[in-house]
């Protein structure tokens, strides 16, 4: 080629990188055309065609073009590859501090000085990897390939494997496995050994391929396994009214002021408004909420722009769901009176007698109880016939289970008055005798009941009390004034023993109340007393003293005769397990708690006209809604509820809503892992509204806290209320330490960008801490202190953990990683089970081995529905576990009740004492010890359920495993064994 075409060639192909050109080389009349490549130090031209005078082709040929830095030409030409080189060295630091989207710039910028250059692109690649963005590396990758020089197969390989692990972890499995089939034949080309981590990725491939197999079943039996490890005290109690003011669900005006985005106005939505109320108890959120609605309804003066209104209303027991749409039926008679006819009909009256009776009493006159019966009868007739009112929803699933209550309450209840009034008399008498046994040391109470018991103590409690919550204390005098009236009362031992058995009260009427304290039954209201005269002489006797006997008796007697249990405060199989028949609450204080925000509470009146106002507020509303709202009930678990949803293809088709604006939770989080399964399985339900928020209830164990922010890191580990921002995407916004943890956290903006993402290392050793945090708790001193925030979780909830994870914008291979490394049965960490869970010790091999069958199963379970794979093909894949029911011996209480404490341990047979040293061998990772609780029991704690891979039972019952339950909070067996 002459010197003159090559200079002009070379500016040429400084400005374009690449591409053809033709040469009239004056040579032998050639005209050939080349093509050429700018690499870093050199020009190669390749010669793809040349024809000569005579027509006839010359053979390829190529040159290749050195040049010296110290030519002018030259520097015009490194001038742009030293630029990138700067560029990629930026990139690196910038990769080396996993800030990814800066690596990115930086490689794009070098790549387009270069384009040519594959190692520019090939960083593009690796950098997107690191961000999970699997589908955009494999288009990188395949870019970049197609500039790799054929013999450079170092980088061929590279960028082969990370396209196949970026397929893997996508679930492309037919496309990974073709891409994995050229790098196996590109390693035989070159006689080049296929290397084991080849060889795992392609049984990977297949392993990924059968697990799609499995996806419907294991969808389903995600809702069918059990999340939280059993208890012994499996039936849970029926709560017939709650003990805490009701609040609306949109907030007050005055929660707006306080916090911007908290009341829900429904004069500037524009959309469907949903609300999901978990643990819906006696309806009194809800009520308050439908007040609240229809008062914003009736302000408006377009009511054509009021937007639909959603209300999911969820409860595991039957009985709760069933004794609520008894309440909404009542209501919905008093509703059908005309408004101004629903405070003075004797018939509209004696329904609203019939609400208060069947709301907050355990008997209740012939009469009304007749009223009450035929609504039984006319809801269940309405049920089966189809018949509700549009704006009801039921379940077809949970149809069978409410009519079985309401057939139970309206044919099946044989109690009489009499059983009520002798079991409230047994009741008061036990109750009276609380105190003093205490004092003479003949029970056992917990620390803060013994507490109460000793004036000191509970003098110097109250003294550690902020001002701040003292000021919120009733009254109008100052704070000083209030701890010296505190103070005084506190040691009055008479009011200690108030405080023991829980009798502090609002007390309404004084004569009304002291005939409630003797009687344990509600006073009939004025209008109707003339048909209880016996009442009369009881109340004149307690205004001026000297009460008969006989007429003590008479109103026995007319109670014994006259008035009926209310059916509704039943629950069959409540009543069956604890054999009691009534309900031990205070129905003054009650009626105190139902006026905030609905009703003027009058301290000197009567009960009926307090609560009157109550329930007339919720039927005129009631009225007004019916256009706008439906009601949805649902007998279920909370979580399990929320999880259906968010699978559920259903819903959304029959307008039914997955997502709601507000989630309220009651304090049902106590029991069902707290904040961990708050975030897991509620947050993810919310909308993406600024108002959208999860509000619930601390009210079980709460005196061990001294913040909220304390008692949120019992359950996720996080140092502070701010860090869960980056490890859930969840926002704190609100909370009262007292009053019962009154918690608001809302959702923030998902997916996290990369700079708010922590580390691998960071998200690896807090996922290894929460790892030992479910499956090995701390261990308790006290048998029978055992504390509900350590226990009920099982591994199930750690890959719902890790599914969140991803979620919210980490890397999916992280996980990928980390769990193989779990899966492969001992992890190097610097984390130690309880009791040094929280503190950072010395990197070692801690094994895993008595927990991988649990392992095994949770990851099988999840991993035909993760958005990503695992390379680890000897996980067994789901369809090979099995669900097993073994016979148990009873099982020792010791203090346990209702804590989900218990495991199953495998083991050979041991004697008592070798069972000593249970934890340290677990710890010390034991192949002895298999250790499960993902189970459950049934069967009266008879019979066991578990999940197993088939091969492992096997061979465990060959040779001759034995069964133990045992105690996670002691390691104390707690039953005899049972021979698989």
Known sequence: VN????????????????????????????????????????????????????????????????????????????EPYERALQLKEEGNKYYKGCNYSKAIECYTQACNLCPTDPVFSSNISAALFEQGKYDQVIESVDSTLSIVQEDNFQLKQKLLLRKI???????????????????????????????????????????????????EKATANLLSVPK???????????????????????CTEDEDKENANNRIWLSKVREPVSVFFGGIGDARHLFATIVDAARQINALADKSKVPTLHFTMVDHMAAVIARDLVILTLLQKLADFKPEERGTNTEALKITAVLEYTYLGNLMPNYLHDIL????????????ENKLPDWIILRQNDIPLILAVLRYWHSEVK??????????????????????????????????????????????????????????????????EKRARILKGLEDESIRETMLQSRMTSKGNTLEYLLYKKYSVLTPPDFLMDQHKEFVPIIEAIQKGGLKEEDDIALFKHIALGWKPNPTVFDKEWVSFVGEV????????????????????????????NLQPYFIAVADSLSVLKSFVRLEWIVGDLVNTLQAFAIDKERPRINLPVTFDRILMSNVPDYVGGNLTTFLYAMPQLKANPHSFVRYNVMLNNGMFKDIAQNVKAYTLLPNLESHIKFFGVEYVSGELWGGFDVVWRNYPTPLPQSMLVTNDEIVYWLTQIFFYIVLPKEEEDVYAAIRVDYPLNLVNFMELIRHLVKIGYPPHWFANFLSQLLSGSINTTVRPPPH?????????????????????????????????IPFPKLPVYSSFQKYTIQLPPIMKNGMGKVPIM??????????????????????????FVLISIWSLHGNKSRASFWMNSTRYEKMKQQGTYVYVVRLDSYRVVSNPTKL
Request: glycine share 4%; hydrophobic share 40%; net charge negative.
């Open 837 to 869: 869970l929280l503190t950072k010790n010395s990197l070692r091999t801690v094994s895993l081995q008595p927990f991988l069958n649990d392992l095994e199963f949770a990851v099988s379970l999840y991993l035909p529905i993760l958005n990503f794979s």
């Open 165 to 215: 692990k970026s397929l893997l972890l996508s679930k492309r499995f037919e496309e990974g496995r073709s891409c994995l089939q050229t790098l196996f034949d590109l390693c035989n080309d070159k006689n080049l050994p296929i290397t084991e981590e080849y060889k795992t990725l392609g049984e990977a491939f297949e392993h990924g391929i059968y697990s799609l197999l499995n996806i």
């Open 3 to 78: 010197r003159v075409s090559t200079k002009k060639f070379v500016n040429l192909a400084h400005r374009k990188k690449r591409g053809c050109i033709h040469v009239d080389t004056r040579f032998e009349g050639f005209l050939c055309i080349f093509e050429w490549d700018l690499t870093p130090f050199s020009l190669s031209l390749r010669l793809i065609s040349s024809v000569g005078s005579s027509g006839i082709n010359a053979e390829y040929g190529e040159a290749a073009l050195k040049y010296s830095p110290s030519k002018p030409s030259q520097a015009s030409i490194m």
């Open 582 to 609: 009534v309900h031990d609450y205070n129905a003054y204080e009650i009626s105190r708690f139902l006026a905030n925000n609905i009703f003027e509470f009058d301290q000197e009146a009567h009960l009926f006209e």
């Open 228 to 250: 939280f490890r059993p208890c012994l005290e499996t039936m849970s109690e029926y709560f017939v009214v709650g003990n805490d003011a009701p609040v609306t669900a949109f």
């Open 373 to 384: 019966h035929q609504t039984l009868l006319e809801l269940d007739k309405q049920i089966v």
């Open 415 to 480: 109690y009489s008055a009499k059983d009520i009034l002798k079991a409230i008399e047994k009741l008061k008498s036990e109750s009276n005798e609380v105190f003093d046994k205490a004092k003479e040391g003949k029970i056992d109470l917990p620390t803060g009941a013994k507490n109460i018991l000793d004036a000191e103590k509970l003098i110097a409690e109250f003294n550690q009390l902020p001002d701040e919550f003292i000021a919120t204390l009733p009254g109008e005098d100052t704070v000083a």
């Open 903 to 928: 495991a199953l341990l495998f083991s050979p047979r041991y004697n008592e004492s070798s069972f000593a040293s249970i934890r340290e061998e677990i710890v010390g990772g034991t192949s002895r």
